[in-house]
T-cell receptor, first 113, second 118 residues
Framework: GDSVTQMEGPVTLSEEAFLTINCTYTATGYPSLFWYVQYPGEGLQLLLKATKADDKGSNKGFEATYRKETTSFHLEKGSVQVSDSAVYFCALSGRTGANNLFFGTGTRLTVIP | GAVVSQHPSRVICKSGTSVKIECRSLDFQATTMFWYRQFPKQSLMLMATSNEGSKATYEQGVEKDKFLINHASLTLSTLTVTSAHPEDSSFYIC??????????????FGPGTRLTVL
């Protein structure tokens, strides 16, 4: 079945450090891939997405490229800020046309000044 | 962006009572809504798919009689935890996809409801 494997945390970085959070997936068909972010005390928010192979999603300095050959969708940011401290979830949509999402376990990022 | 609200945001109840959680899409219609459960430091687990005008679809292992779902209108779905017990304590989150080709497969999440059963 469809699933997402996400790098376990927690991750602690200093401000302006480079961030990578790994995400690989298993799916039939051609899923869409997402990164969601959950800030403390808030609900999940879509950070970025990619709907087909080689697409790059980007938002707020974060990027992730849909790699079909390695079934990966790693999240990167060149210079993190304290305000990026949150839990990040990798997710994929179900079968083509379906709307249900499968989530990874989440990675907690803490950025220290 | 689309807005999904949940009510209440936090509820504490005694064991054996029932609790109703509402999920509303505020500025769009949603024929489908999803209910998730999030355990501390774990991912969201899909519990069920709420379908307007028909029965909900439950994931394997989720008790239908325990977690009653009613999709009363195109903007409202409710989850009722019946005869709640301490092990039902969790963070319950709903989401709704917004129709439209550009937004297909993009879901908008409610802020969640934290249920504590004493």
């Amino acid at each position: 079945g469809d699933s997402v494997t996400q790098m376990e945390g927690p991750v602690t970085l200093s401000e302006e450090a480079f961030l990578t959070i790994n995400c690989t997936y298993t799916a039939t068909g051609y899923p869409s891939l997402f990164w969601y972010v959950q800030y403390p005390g808030e609900g999940l928010q879509l950070l970025l997405k990619a709907t087909k192979a080689d697409d790059k999603g980007s938002n707020k300095g974060f990027e992730a490229t849909y790699r079909k050959e390695t079934t990966s969708f790693h999240l990167e940011k060149g210079s993190v800020q304290v305000s990026d401290s949150a839990v990040y979830f990798c997710a994929l949509s179900g079968r083509t046309g379906a709307n249900n999402l499968f989530f990874g376990t989440g990675t907690r990022l803490t950025v220290i000044p | 962006g689309a807005v999904v609200s949940q009510h209440p945001s936090r509820v504490i109840c005694k064991s054996g009572t029932s609790v109703k959680i509402e999920c509303r899409s505020l500025d769009f219609q949603a024929t489908t809504m999803f209910w998730y459960r999030q355990f501390p430091k774990q991912s969201l687990m899909l519990m069920a798919t709420s379908n307007e005008g028909s029965k909900a679809t439950y994931e394997q292992g989720v008790e239908k009689d325990k977690f009653l779902i009613n999709h009363a209108s195109l903007t409202l779905s409710t989850l009722t935890v019946t005869s709640a017990h301490p092990e039902d304590s969790s963070f319950y989150i709903c989401s709704a996809p917004k129709a439209g080709l550009a937004e297909r497969n993009e879901q908008f999440f409610g802020p969640g409801t934290r249920l504590t059963v004493l």
